[in-house]
């Protein structure tokens, strides 16, 4: 079975500060990776996906996350934060869309 | 706007009671699933339709049972609610069996158990 653990369960910072959010899976097969966003009183977003190809995938608002076969573990990135960003963040893997426990971004001025 | 149209959008009831929620999956996509958001729990994949067939079945409770329609609307109904039922459900939906299709999810229904 496949499973998906995001290591940090809140995660704070200062405006245009960088910020990782990490994410690890277990899977003995090949896997999907996404990472999801959720504003506040929203439904969860897709932020971005990797299906194959470049290890590096980019979303259109800064974020990007790197899928490393090796350790396992797609980490989610941005350079510089903006108070916007503040929203809870999901890694899901494939096979019955599986979302980690989910982390909470929270973006201080 | 993802498309996903979840109705209501809150619901307030009593323990023992019965309620039905309702999805309507984005236009084309075949696809429904259920998932139940609470704080203890975090995001709990419930069960997957996939033009109109069980496709799969996550920690759904034996009270808790769903069908997808002709027309791929979904429904999800709770019975014998208890006050640990109280939570955001989500429909999502995708185009295809899943794997590598990306979900796009609903607002939700928030159902409150009192």
């Known amino acids: 079975a496949q499973s998906v653990t995001q290591l940090d369960s809140q995660v704070p910072v200062f405006e245009e500060a960088p910020v990782e959010l990490r994410c690890n899976y277990s899977s003995s097969v090949s896997v999907y990776l996404f990472w999801y966003v959720q504003y506040p009183n929203q439904g969860l977003q897709l932020l971005l996906k990797?299906?194959?190809?470049?290890?590096l995938v980019e979303s259109i608002n800064g974020f990007e996350a790197e899928f490393n076969k090796s350790q396992t573990s797609f980490h989610l990135r941005k350079p510089s934060v903006h108070i916007s960003d503040t929203a809870e963040y999901f890694c899901a893997v494939s096979s019955d869309m599986r979302f980690g426990a989910g982390t909470r971004l929270t973006v201080k001025p | 706007d993802s498309g996903v149209t979840q109705t209501p959008k809150h619901l307030i009831t009593a323990t023992g009671q019965r309620v039905t929620l309702r999805c309507s999956p984005r236009?084309?996509?075949?696809?429904v699933y259920w998932y139940q958001q609470s704080l203890d729990q975090g995001l709990q994949f419930l069960i997957q339709y996939y033009n109109g067939e069980e496709r799969a079945k996550g920690n759904i409770l034996e009270r808790f049972s769903a069908q997808q329609f002709p027309d791929l609307h979904s429904e999800l109904n709770l019975s014998s609610l208890e006050l640990g039922d109280s939570a955001l459900y989500f429909c999502a939906s995708s185009i295809g069996q899943g794997y590598n299709s990306p979900l796009h999810f609903g607002n939700g229904t928030r159902l409150t158990v009192t």
């Open positions: 990797y299906l194959s190809g470049s290890t």
């Open positions: 236009s084309g996509d075949l696809s």
